[in-house]
């Protein structure tokens, strides 16, 4: 069975900042992983995924994250954030052998303070 | 293209009562899939539709249930609603296996 721990469950942190939400993932098949942004009574947007490749992956609004593979995390960063960034994000996992299932962490809440 | 479509945004209904949620995915995607949000549980996953047939199924009882159409549209009903059915519902579709796009959600009060 395949799993996603968010280790943190609330991220505070000052406009301009630099940011980490930490996922870590566990699977004993290759995976595929996702990174979702959700905004108040919103559905999920995707913001960045890794399905093979590189192992940096990069959005076009800043966002990157890495997938270790050794340490079966991926960690998603931004070297400066926005007070528009404050939203929930959500990691997710999946494999070739589960369609279109994924599996969620529990969320961080990243909050954004002027 | 149109994203993902999820009607009605908003439910209220009693409990007992039963519901009918709809989902129409992005124009040529044959798989959607339905989640369960909650404060306490998260984003549980409840079943996937893959042209026509259910491909996945969560943890869920019987009482949700869903189909696909031919043109891929999605139903996910729910029976004998309970409080603890209020969630936000939302729908994803993708071509396959990979990334999926959400739809905004359908928010179902049970009272």
Known sequence: AQSVTQLDSQVPVFEEAPVELRCNYSSSVSVYLFWYVQYPNQGLQL?????????????????EA????SQTS??????SVHISDTAEYFCAVTSWNQGGKLIFGQGTELSVKP | KAGVTQTPRYLIKTRGQQVTLSCSPISGHRSVSWYQQ?????????????SETQRNKGNFPGRFSGRQFSNSRSEMNV??????????????????????FFGQGTRLTVV
């Open chain 2, 79 to 100: 029976s004998t609603l309970e409080l603890g059915d209020s969630a936000l519902y939302l729908c994803a579709s993708s071509l396959d296996k990979g990334e999926a």
């Open chain 1, 74 to 79: 991926f960690h998603l960063r931004k070297p």
């Open chain 1, 66 to 69: 890495e997938f270790n593979k």
């Open chain 1, 47 to 63: 913001l960045l995924k890794y399905l093979s490749g590189s192992t940096l992956v990069e959005s076009i609004n800043g966002f």
């Open chain 2, 38 to 50: 909650t404060p306490g549980q998260g984003l549980q996953f409840l079943f996937e539709y893959f």
